[in-house]
Each structure stands twice: as structure tokens, then as C-alpha cells.
T-cell receptor, first 114, second 111 residues
Framework: DAGITQSPRYKITETGRQVTLMCHQT?????MFWYRQDLGHGLRLIYY???????DKGEVPDGYVVSRSKTENFPLTLESATRSQTSVYFC?????????????FGPGTRLTVT | DQQVKQNSPSLSVQEGRISILNCDYT??????FLWYKKYPAEGPTFLIS?????DKNEDGRFTVFLNKSAKHLSLHIVPSQPGDSAVYFC??????????FGTGTSLTVIP
């Protein structure tokens, strides 16, 4: 399907486990982003990528790792999950040449860390 | 510290009336603002934007107003429809940098 997809949509994991959230877009957009949404905080940027093999930290990067070997994929890994990482995670992409343009969001992954 | 604030977590409006959603920001360097709409179990979708060189932008039933001196923007929806019931996020960025999002306002349009 065209657009931006995330998998899994729901995930429950235990503290200390590694978990990877997947994001795939079919638009060949240059920019991709990972956000987390928490009550009282809105959406906060975790990491972003301007192109394949180029990634940079956002507002809340600690505890997360990203990679971007292909333009269409931008996985987010929690190397050792903690309860504070329980959240809804959104991936987004943008075809523009900068960070401050309209972004297209995926449907989100609800992650629970027990 | 939250740089973009939406102080009303929820708002209820009768169908056909005007909905006004408010957003305040603290960073005077912000020069581009967006509104997103989010339905449950879906990602946010872009609604309307405004740059700091303007004080108003319209798109159909949606109008965004920007008051730079007050560091305030608002989204007006006229007339409101039941399908507008969603969570609305405002977002702001400065000079090509990342967006900062507000905490969202849940709008309910009562038929």
C-alpha cells in the first residue's frame, strides 16, 4: 500500500528487552522522523533522518537507536526497554528539503513496557 | 519546559457553531506554525499552516490567526461539523529547525 506504515501496531515487552519498531514509506521522501506521544507532553521528536545513512538527535533521544540504510525504512530500536518508554510512537516523513515542512504521519505503534 | 502550549485539553461545541482552538508559544524565534488533526488510532494529519509574515491564513472552513506580539495563534472552524471531532495539535518551528508540538485539544462537535 502507498503511504507510510508502521509495525507492529501494538507491542507489549518486558523491561530490559530490546524492541524494534518499524517504519516504511513509499513516497521516497528524504526526511523521516520518530516521535513519541505522552499525556501532558504532546508529540516529542526522538530522532530524524535527512537521507539514507544520515541521522540526528531530536528532543528526547536517550535510550533509542535509529538507522537508515534505505530511504524507505527508518527503524527505531529500544536497546533495553524501560517503563518510561511506554508510549505511542509515530513515524513521519517529509518530501521537503528541511525539517520545518508538513510531515505525513504513520498510524502509530502503542508500546507497553512491563 | 513546554515551548508550545495548548491550555484547553478539551472543547465542546454545537454543530454549526464556531470552534476556536488556542495555542500559545514562548519562543519568539518561532516563524512557522502548523495545525494537525488526529483521530483515535490514527496518526496526525496536516490541516493548515501559517508563516510569521502573515497574520491570517484560510482554507475552506479553517482559518488560522497569528498574533506575534502575544505569541498566540488560534484555529477557527466555521461551521463546525461532527466529523471535526478529533484532537488538534499546534506545532511551531524556528528557522528550519524541528517542530515543537503542543499537548493537544480534544474537540467534540455535538450534533
Amino acid at each position: 500500500d502507498a503511504g507510510i506504515t508502521q509495525s507492529p501496531r501494538y507491542k507489549i515487552t518486558e523491561t530490559g528487552r530490546q524492541v524494534t519498531l518499524m517504519c516504511h514509506q513509499t513516497w521516497s521522501h528524504s526526511y523521516m522522523f520518530w516521535y513519541r506521544q505522552d499525556l501532558g507532553h504532546g508529540l516529542r521528536l526522538i530522532y530524524y533522518s535527512a537521507a539514507a545513512d544520515i541521522t540526528d538527535k531530536g528532543e528526547v533521544p536517550d535510550g533509542y537507536v535509529v538507522s537508515r540504510s534505505k530511504t524507505e525504512n527508518f527503524p527505531l530500536t529500544l536497546e533495553s526497554a524501560t517503563r518510561s518508554q511506554t508510549s505511542v510512537y509515530f513515524c513521519a516523513s517529509s518530501g521537503a528539503r528541511g525539517l520545518d515542512y508538513e510531515q505525513y504521519f504513520g498510524p502509530g505503534t502503542r508500546l507497553t513496557v512491563t | 519546559d513546554q515551548q508550545v502550549k495548548q491550555n484547553s485539553p478539551s472543547l465542546s461545541v454545537q454543530e454549526g457553531r464556531i470552534s476556536i482552538l488556542n495555542c500559545d508559544y514562548t519562543n519568539s524565534m518561532f516563524d512557522y506554525f502548523l495545525w494537525y488533526k488526529k483521530y483515535p488510532a490514527e496518526g496526525p494529519t496536516f490541516l493548515i499552516s501559517i508563516s510569521s509574515i502573515k497574520d491570517k491564513n484560510e482554507d475552506g472552513r479553517f482559518t488560522v490567526f497569528l498574533n506575534k506580539s502575544a505569541k498566540h495563534l488560534s484555529l477557527h472552524i466555521v461551521p463546525s461539523q461532527p466529523g471535526d471531532s478529533a484532537v488538534y495539535f499546534c506545532a511551531a518551528s524556528a528557522a528550519g529547525n524541528q517542530f515543537y508540538f503542543g499537548t493537544g485539544t480534544s474537540l467534540t462537535v455535538i450534533p
